[in-house]
């Protein structure tokens, strides 16, 4: 779960100071695809597209422009996010594979289902952020600031559900919702 802390910096930041909040989720994704590949000596999916996509919209805010809105910069982050995903899912290695949020071991059929669909929520989940950020940077139909609150919620709605999904796998290993029975 710790793959998302550079997203929430930024959701959370960007209202106050785009730059800052780019600078900050930048450095969250440094140290946590560092610790990891300090760890396994890979870089994971998720870690490196935070690399590859914080780093240089920060430079590109700090230097180039300074007045690159947040919701520009969510829309590029989103995007970019979401390319992942549906990259992962393509190459029928969802990201969420590469990341415990499973405790308990289970089968791998039901754990590669577990990761698909959470991957497919995730990815949902980023195609519906994107469109918010869509509505307030290219077409003017939301506030930025609604768009800030928005994000957030759903990033947070989606963080706990992650968390709580796992929990209720980990407990109830026979029956699961979505991906079948034991």
Not at 131 to 159: R, V
């Amino acid at each position: 779960m710790f793959a998302f802390l550079p997203s929430l910096l930024f959701f959370a930041l960007a209202p106050l100071s785009v730059s800052l909040a780019l600078w900050l989720a930048f450095a969250a994704a440094f140290a946590i695809g560092l610790r990891a590949f300090g760890a396994t000596r890979t870089l994971r999916l998720f870690d490196a597209t935070g690399l590859v996509l914080f780093g240089p919209l920060a430079l590109y805010t700090g230097f180039a422009d300074s007045d690159f809105g947040a919701a520009h910069a969510a829309l590029v982050l989103e995007a970019g996010f979401l390319a992942a995903i549906l990259w992962s899912m393509a190459s029928r290695r969802p990201f969420t594979s590469q990341y415990r949020w499973l405790k308990a071991p289970h089968p791998p059929e039901r754990a590669a289902r577990a990761h698909l669909l959470l991957t497919a929520i995730w990815a949902t989940v980023y195609a519906v952020l994107a469109g918010i950020s869509a509505l307030s940077a290219i077409l003017n139909q939301m506030s930025p600031g609604w768009a800030a609150i928005s994000g957030l919620l759903l990033f947070a709605a989606t963080l706990t559900f992650t968390w709580q999904f796992g929990t209720y796998i980990d407990r109830h290993g026979g029956t699961i919702p979505l991906i079948g029975r034991k």
